[in-house]
């Protein structure tokens, strides 16, 4: 992790965000879109006008070197960075922070502190970079427990062992996106996966929430990438044989993954890289038609060509996120690879996208060596900076939110005008004017496509979190009514439990709580989340 | 199902198989082999030899269209295909035949013969194709039960729906290889999972033992190719909604793969389809030095061309197999597509081969687009009758047997000569005289290959189950101490249990323990499967 200190209320570090002059353009585009002649702006909190109540845990001796309870510390590991919380953080209500939070400097202080937390019976919420936007690292526990310890795993962040034969690396949960890269780039190797939270997330959090990356097709979840595990329980310290495949039974590595800190504190992990693409082909794809848009998209997913980068932009997302006018749906196309020229690939999955009425953009043809180019290189700029924007746009009394899922092809067509109604709807029955709703595809596959949805609307100060819920309510409902998936790759956290409960089967919801209880007798595991607290 | 009547003594129906004079070559090759003048054979078991118990457990009413007591069924359902299976068949054998067989029609025969299982407390035995070769099937369940049921999926064998968008379809889980193939034909679709059971195998057993099929890169296990499940378990259905990616909490389709009818009995599946290639490429590619073959394998399998072919045989297996003289380790390689020419893909493959000494054999040029012509097509011959070869040998006092597992290449080219050396050893060890051991890669992942192993020795009789132990005891243990895992692809079943104990980890085995006693708390499915029977 780098010595910045975090921000406890946003994205970042301390003097990091937009200012400001920053917000200037996006505030005249906003009054233009809701018709109003400009935004007041709230402040942020500081940290002495935020009164914390004394921890109601006492650092135990043996574990001084490992528990804090600073200030500072105890604000930062209160809330991840979703929606709820970040009004939360402007009412400066931090009524559910950490009494402790702990630094441990390896696994055996991960097993020590979590056989203090089993004793005292405190809740243990694992903490990777705290990008959470789904109240995943929310310590709001329920009264069945002594205090609330947030576990950071910041300390934990080497790459222990790099095998340039197999390109693959053991390395621990808590390191931070760049300082991985950073470790591996002398070995010319490369993890490739960027989440939008990158450089404020971990390896374990990606591992945890079965984080979507880099790759648009193919190796989409982290899932793929990882040869094992070690994870630490109240039972014990799981260890899985590193391999590249494996039939020997339900898969252990695919228990752990998604399990959000429910199950155990992952410590370590091997997982396969990559060699650092030499070879780029990318273009800019233009469609009148959108769904035209999408079944270009289908054909390139299923014809074996395995692009690392085909986001398709509706409309409103190319307007919106400043990429290009919105006359058109831009599929941002890309491949790469250290092996071969990737030409033949690319020219397949352009007559693909010419069969559906695509054009290539003469602008992206510039760029093609280069995704930091033309309208490909603006929405990236967009995207890198978007961690930041949702703290300066509650400031001002908007409401913005994300969320994305997975569907069928054979639904697609339909599911995708109903959620863009769905969401208009209830942005207009919940703030009581038009707002906006956008949607990209993040990862696609054969049988079907994550599209990923943001919506904006102008709140009302004091109401935002419960009209905010009248828009999220009613997108989430849709998705299971759907039958489609509550999350890709944002996870299940605390905020999406009433629909995952929906979406998973009793019988597994069975099999999943006696596993939880196997390995987390106390129910001290960041309760709430996936099941419910223990009584 | 076909209507052929199976065979319970052996691979496939009966009148299929080795005739005498068709074993007349192999008895010459191993009678050269092994310095012997030739083979005495021994008759297999008809069916009037063969004395069982009567039934333990009487037939309820509500049951009877569909349980049988009938004595045939009770022989095929007593075995699979495991080498010790087939002694004890030679050796008539049959003292844990299932008291009845179950063939329900549909989900709701399937719950109510659990239900019926969990009062009586029957063991239930799911049984797909009953091609197991690690004691997947065998009823040795115990003295804690009332008896034993063999529960055959067979009448369950459609194709429900088809999504031709998608490319996906629901399927039964008894549906065969060949019949599910024949069904999705007139769709124009194909699911292309090819183990070499295929002809004698369901879905349902593939999904329950994470089955490895056709794809020889990427999507090489059938865990990649789900999309839903639907398991019936004594406490419930389980249900999971249809899609292409989820990231919503630990997969619970995972959980259920690889589960080997320990956790529930898989009804039907929707699965991901190929359309039926139209554009190959093949060719055959000779190595003198054997480990020049694999960096080339491995250079391919990280340079992002994903063959659907890429099977390196060593030169043992070459020679043995009748594929060629064995003066050279071959490379059986292969793209297959539906949507452009491969040859690209193709070209630089063959490259990654010239670079590590390869040398494209002419007659493979002449089958480029064949995978039925020259070696591989040879190859590809021995490759599907291998599963009637068992009984021919055994029934001839010969040991045979193949095993097979993953490993990541830094460790692979000391792993391979130890476990060469092993096997020969405890070849001579266990029968007195030199036997033969090859090998060749059935899978193959950026991070490592799965080898596959075949070893054959001159047993004797009265002493093979005995003889046979030392030799795959002492591979086992070797694949355990280099933590490679015990299986890639035949499952763990009452076979490989002992080193699936060694390679899971306690913390797991707790936790699928927890969660089997949740779904069964009587304890009723495939007792002994990677758990212990209950108490």
Redesign the interface.
């Known amino acids: 992790m780098t010595d910045k200190k975090r921000k406890f209320w946003g994205w970042g570090s301390v003097g990091e965000g937009f200012s400001d002059a920053d917000m200037r353009p996006y505030e005249a585009e906003y009054a233009g879109i809701f018709g109003v002649d400009g935004f007041t702006v709230d402040p942020f909190p500081r940290s002495e006008e935020i009164d914390l109540a004394a921890p109601r845990l006492a650092v135990p001796k043996s574990l001084e070197a490992v528990l804090s309870a600073d200030h500072w510390e105890r604000l930062v590991h209160t809330f991840g960075r979703a929606f709820h919380e970040q009004v939360r953080i402007m009412a400066r209500d931090f009524r559910n922070a950490p009494d402790l939070v702990a630094f441990p400097r390896h696994e055996q202080d991960v097993i020590d502190v979590l056989d203090w937390c089993t004793r005292v019976k405190a809740a243990a919420i694992p903490f990777g970079g705290g990008s959470s936007v789904v109240g995943g690292v929310h310590p709001d526990v329920g009264e069945g427990y002594a205090g609330a310890v947030s576990i950071d795993l910041r300390r934990m962040n080497k790459v222990l062992e790099v095998?340039h034969?197999?390109?693959?690396a053991r390395i621990q949960a808590g390191t931070y996106g760049p300082e991985l890269e950073d470790q591996l780039r002398p070995h010319k190797l490369t993890f490739r996966h960027y989440p939008q939270s990158f450089q404020y997330s971990t390896l374990g959090g990606w591992l945890a929430?079965?984080?979507?990356g880099h790759f648009a097709t193919?190796y989409?979840?982290i899932?793929d990438l990882v040869?094992s595990m070690r994870?630490v329980?109240p039972?014990?310290?799981?260890?899985?044989?590193?391999?590249?495949?494996?039939?020997?039974?339900?898969?252990?590595d695919?228990?752990?993954?998604?399990?959000?800190g429910a199950?155990?504190i992952i410590t370590e992990a091997w997982v396969?890289l990559q060699?650092r693409p030499t070879f780029r082909a990318n273009r800019t794809v233009e469609f009148k038609d959108y769904f035209a848009g999408a079944r270009a998209v289908?054909a390139i997913s299923?014809?074996?060509?395995?692009p690392a980068n085909i986001r398709l932009l509706n409309h409103d997302e190319v307007k919106y996120s400043g990429t290009a006018s919105g006359e058109a749906a831009i599929l941002v196309l890309g491949f790469e690879?250290a092996?071969?020229p990737l030409e033949?690939w690319m020219a397949?999955a352009l007559e693909c996208c010419s069969d559906h009425g695509g054009v290539v953009s003469a602008e992206g043809d510039e760029g093609a060596g280069d995704p930091r180019a033309g309208a490909a290189g603006r929405w990236r700029n967009a995207f890198i900076m978007g961690g930041y924007l949702r703290e300066a746009m509650v400031a001002r009394g908007l409401i913005t939110e994300t969320f994305e899922t997975?569907?069928?092809?054979?639904k697609f067509e339909a599911f995708y005008p109903a959620m863009i109604e769905t969401v208009a709807n209830a942005t207009r029955a919940a703030t009581g004017r038009a707002g906006i709703v956008s949607c990209r595809f993040t990862?696609v596959?054969?049988?079907?496509?994550?599209p990923y949805f943001t919506f904006r609307g102008l709140g009302t100060r004091g109401r935002l979190s419960e009209q905010y819920d009248i828009i999220k309510n009613a997108a989430a409902d849709l998705l299971i009514d759907w039958?489609?998936?509550?999350?890709?790759?944002?996870?299940?956290g605390r905020d999406?439990r009433p629909w995952?409960d929906r979406?998973?089967?009793?019988?597994?919801a069975?099999?999943?709580?006696?596993?939880k209880?196997?390995?987390d007798p106390a129910g001290i595991l960041n309760p709430g989340v996936?099941l419910d607290p223990a009584r």
């Open positions: 095998d034969t197999s390109r693959a929430t079965r984080s979507g193919l989409t979840h899932d040869e994870v329980t039972a014990g310290v799981h260890d899985s044989f590193r391999l590249p495949g494996s039939g020997a039974g339900p898969s252990p695919r228990m752990f993954l998604g399990s959000e199950l155990g396969r060699d289908r299923q014809a074996g060509l395995y690879g092996d071969h033949p397949r997975a569907i069928t092809w054979d990862h596959y054969p049988d079907g496509p994550a039958r489609a998936t509550i999350t890709h790759h944002h996870a299940v999406h995952y979406q998973r089967s009793p019988v597994f069975k099999a999943l709580t006696a596993a209880r196997a390995l996936l």
